[in-house]
């Protein structure tokens, strides 16, 4: 009998795994989950807004008003508690062991505190909305029916960050899967409980709608917990062990990370909310059509958060293990990935708008023949927009890694409030561009972001990895 040649006696050896194949596989391994659990949450919101509609004109704009403020305060919390995956990620790259565990407990425990701490501090502005929407001379209905609709939802607040810690510690951990399983159910029960609430039995109206966001948000986040505990290979983490204890030192870290991360956030938000102010003195067709495109961009924007989720992870543990050629291979592959969904992105834009415009306005509905070709018009702006959105998305991500925030926010903040809408308004009502003249704000100021972040990530990547040359191979084995 005959032996079968090996592979290397005819000449064809298989050849070695390339380690930037190895690092696109795992990229896309965690940055797929937790793309997914973008748009469960996401779809939260806009679940809220399909159930508000039902209610009237008048409710629909309550809730819209409610809720533009609400996510305009609970983005700089998330901001802050964000800070807990790249130091988490940091800590399993760098240590090893009960070590390693205890460094992971430790930065949880912090991160839940500050969200606790943060509900605190929000809370009593949240609900004295009526009053704040009055002085900003709101309808008095509207603003009446949007304070009642945020005292409900104002407690929504506490257990969503503690998901997003908890999200972000296992995404670290490199397990998104239980905040996945957690997002996906959350999202048709959401839809059931507001339902029931509104115009169920209960018939609670508009604040049925919170309702049932707070108590679906409070049993998602009791189901995560569950998991977790009971999640033998997270066991040895101990992530709930003496959470009443108030670690100052940890704290202050999480604070310092987060801080900068937090007024990024709200800096972009900001922007977007000026944004649809300016976009409605305009009209009514204008602003319908802005709403519809920054829906599209919206869907198509969670995409690169996530691949720049999952690039503050794999960048932080190369971090932490002083890998750097790792380090690199990371941020590289995850803006590569982030740049090319965008450009298909951008393609389906500009040649396919009204199938898109479609998904979000009823053609045959009242009014929608004039929005149509005013958002096709947008759609143009909003595609070179969306390849600079998801290339700073996933830049800010692979900086994080870092643990590199300050500057970026410095960047953020400039590029959006100092040339963003300073153009936009000179190009809207200078040039008589309208709501043409906003997006190409936006264009402009996006792109001086995202150039400038990707030009900062390219410089201290390279800075980590000269002064990592003379570190032995093995280090590099902590992925």
Not at 316 to 334: C, N, S
Not at 376 to 400: C, E, K, P, T
Not at 410 to 422: H, K, S, T
Not at 439 to 467: D, E, H, M, P, T
């Amino acid at each position: 009998m005959t032996s079968t040649p090996s592979l290397a006696a005819t000449g064809f050896e298989r050849p070695p795994a390339s380690p930037w194949w190895d690092e696109l596989r795992a990229t896309l391994k965690l940055s797929a989950p937790l793309v997914l659990i973008n748009l469960a949450q996401h779809g939260l919101v806009a679940s809220n807004a399909v159930l508000l509609g039902r209610l009237g004109a008048e409710p629909i704009a309550a809730g819209a008003l409610a809720t533009s403020l609400y996510l305009l305060l609970f983005i700089g919390g998330i901001g802050l508690t964000s800070s807990v995956a790249p130091l988490v990620a940091e800590s399993v790259g760098r240590s090893a062991g009960a070590e390693k565990a205890g460094e992971v407990r430790r930065t949880v425990r912090a991160g839940l505190w500050v969200g606790f701490l943060v509900t605190l501090a929000l809370m009593p502005v949240l609900w004295f909305t009526e009053e704040l929407l009055g002085l900003l001379h709101q309808e008095p209905a509207v603003a009446r029916d949007a304070g009642s609709y945020m005292r409900v939802l104002q407690w929504w607040m506490f257990p969503a960050l503690a998901f997003m810690v908890l999200k972000g510690a296992l995404a670290a951990l490199q397990r998104p899967g239980p905040p996945l399983g957690v997002s996906l159910v959350a999202l048709p029960l959401n839809l059931a409980f507001g339902a029931f609430f509104a115009f169920g039995p209960p018939d609670l109206g508009i604040v049925g709608v919170a309702l049932g966001t707070v108590l679906t948000e409070f049993l998602a986040l009791g189901a995560l917990v569950l998991v977790i505990r009971f999640d033998r290979g997270l066991h040895r983490h101990r992530m709930f062990a003496n959470l009443w204890r108030l670690d100052i030192e940890r704290l202050t870290r999480v604070v310092r990370v987060g801080l900068p991360m937090g007024v990024a956030g709200i800096a972009e938000a900001g922007l977007f909310e000026a944004a649809t102010v300016a976009m409605g003195t305009f009209g009514t067709v204008p602003l319908a059509a802005h709403a519809v495109t920054l829906q599209i961009a919206a869907t198509c924007f969670m995409v690169p958060n996530g691949i720049g989720q999952a690039a503050t992870v794999r960048v932080g543990r190369a971090y932490g293990a002083a890998d750097r050629a790792a380090l690199r291979r990371a941020g590289a592959v995850a803006l590569w990935l982030g740049f090319g969904f965008m450009v298909a992105c951008a393609l389906v834009q500009l040649l396919a708008p009204r199938i898109l415009i479609g998904l979000f306005l009823d053609a045959e509905a009242p009014g929608a023949a004039s929005v149509f070709p005013v958002a096709a018009g947008f759609l143009i702006f909003s595609a070179l927009f969306a390849i600079s959105d998801g290339v700073q998305s996933v830049a800010l991500g692979a900086l994080r890694g870092l643990q590199d925030t300050k500057v970026p926010m410095l960047i953020a903040v400039f590029g959006y409030w100092g040339i963003g809408v300073p153009l936009g308004a000179a190009l809207a009502w200078g040039a008589g561009m309208g709501g043409r003249g906003i997006w190409a704000g936006f264009c402009a100021g996006l792109l001086v972001v995202s150039v400038s972040l990707v030009v900062r990530w390219r410089r201290l990547s390279a800075a980590q990895a000269r002064g990592s040359g003379a570190q032995s191979g093995a280090k590099r084995n902590h992925a």
